[in-house]
């Protein structure tokens, strides 16, 4: 069965990376954009982030080239702040045991993030997540529910996307994938987990649910 896990706060929490992604767009343009203009933007990936904010401050969308340079900025932002000597993401342990378990019981598993692809591995490496478990980052004009199709479009189902955010939800019902929430951030009916949860509470949990599907 094909899984989708946000990266994003669902397996691990970097603080502050809306701050580095000001920064670095500070560093590329000249002018950080304020927290009021980068919290405003109705997309929830980097691509869609970026490009919105391009817009509104250049008159026109964000050239391929022009994120290409983003993520490079992006990425040594992250590299200079999260190191042994800096700051340390907190681990998701249980969850992050929990999807290895999920793949080696031979679930096809994706993390798919809002962050740019490089800026994804930094943030995959750091949190040992095993290679097995395959990683698709924020693409050119490609929205989160983009995303998860592209990750689950040659794959037989039942599927499923696991995340912590509402966006998370929404992208999923975009989609067409059922949901399941990390953490009590996003209301609704759907199952919930504990961010604490040991691996064995998400091995079970995504099992029953697909069996259910």
Same mark, same amino acid.
């Given at each position: 069965?094909?899984?989708?896990?946000?990266?994003?706060?669902?397996?691990?929490?970097?603080?502050?990376?809306?701050?580095?992604? +000001?920064?670095?767009?500070?560093?590329? #343009?000249?002018?950080?954009?304020?927290?009021?203009?980068?919290?405003?933007?109705?997309?929830?990936?980097? #691509?869609?982030?970026?490009?919105?904010?391009?817009?509104?401050?250049?008159?026109?969308?964000?050239?391929?080239?022009?994120?290409?340079?983003?993520?490079?900025?992006?990425?040594?932002?992250?590299?200079?702040?999260?190191?042994?000597?800096?700051?340390?993401?907190?681990?998701?342990?249980g969850i992050i045991k929990g999807l290895h378990q999920l793949?080696? +019981?031979?679930?096809?598993?994706?993390?798919?993030?809002?962050?740019?692809?490089?800026?994804?591995?930094?943030?995959?490496?750091?949190?040992?997540?095993?290679?097995?478990?395959?990683?698709?980052?924020?693409?050119?004009?490609?929205?989160?529910?983009?995303?998860? +199709?592209?990750?689950?479009?040659?794959?037989?189902?039942?599927?499923?996307?696991v995340g912590d955010r509402p966006h998370d939800r929404e992208?999923?019902?975009?989609?067409?994938?059922?949901?399941?929430?990390?953490?009590?951030?996003?209301?609704?009916?759907?199952?919930?987990?504990?961010?604490?949860?040991?691996?064995?509470?998400?091995?079970?949990a995504v099992e029953a649910l697909v069996a259910g599907l």
């Open positions: 069965m094909p899984l989708c896990f946000d990266l994003d706060g669902t397996l691990g929490t970097f603080g502050g990376g809306y701050l580095l992604l +000001r920064e670095a767009l500070g560093l590329q #343009w000249g002018e950080a954009p304020r927290a009021d203009e980068l919290h405003a933007c109705r997309g929830s990936t980097d #691509w869609e982030i970026v490009d919105e904010l391009h817009r509104a401050r250049f008159g026109e969308g964000l050239s391929d080239l022009a994120y290409a340079a983003f993520q490079t900025i992006c990425l040594a932002r992250f590299q200079a702040t999260f190191h042994p000597e800096g700051k340390i993401p907190v681990a998701h342990q793949a080696e +019981r031979g679930h096809r598993v994706w993390l798919v993030s809002g962050n740019v692809p490089p800026v994804l591995d930094f943030k995959a490496e750091a949190l040992n997540i095993d290679k097995k478990v395959l990683r698709l980052g924020s693409l050119p004009r490609c929205s989160r529910a983009d995303l998860i +199709r592209m990750a689950l479009q040659d794959c037989s189902g039942p599927h499923l996307y992208a999923a019902r975009e989609a067409g994938v059922p949901f399941m929430s990390v953490g009590k951030a996003v209301p609704g009916d759907h199952p919930v987990l504990d961010a604490e949860a040991e691996a064995r509470h998400l091995v079970e």
